[in-house]
């Protein structure tokens, strides 16, 4: 069983930045594949990032690809966001996720078996 806490998440002006974090309970934090998702009012849940294991495969939505950041520090059983220069539409709640699998490509979402309660990133205009 694996825990997720996401946070970090706030009100931020566009073109500003913020760093979410995610921080995994139990030993295996290094066993598990790590992502992010975000889900915005009235849509559905979608990809952001998937990093590997060891930091060293990182995959990321296109939309992303050029602003956003993920990166992990397993000694603090921990998953980072770093998100630069946001816009009004990456307003979302924003979820980590762990999947237990080495996987070629972002995994799809019901591949990630452990989630976040989530947490909410709103950027003003």
Avoid at 8 to 14: D, E, F, H, K, S
Avoid at 46 to 59: D, K, M, N, P, Q
Avoid at 63 to 92: C, G, H, W
């Amino acid at each position: 069983q694996v825990q997720l806490v996401e946070s970090g998440g706030g009100l931020v002006q566009a073109g500003g930045s913020l760093r979410l974090s995610c921080a995994a309970s139990g030993r295996t934090f290094s066993s598990y594949a790590m992502g992010w998702f975000r889900q915005a009012p009235g849509k559905e849940r979608e990809f952001v990032a998937r990093i590997g294991r060891s930091g060293g495969v990182t995959y990321y939505a296109d939309l992303m690809r050029r602003r956003f950041t993920i990166s992990r520090d397993n000694a603090k059983n921990t998953v980072y966001l770093q998100m630069n220069s946001l816009k009004p539409e990456d307003t979302a709640v924003y979820y980590c996720a762990a999947d237990p699998v080495v996987r070629q490509g972002p995994a799809r979402e019901y591949d990630y078996i452990y989630w976040g309660q989530g947490t909410q990133v709103t950027v003003s205009s």
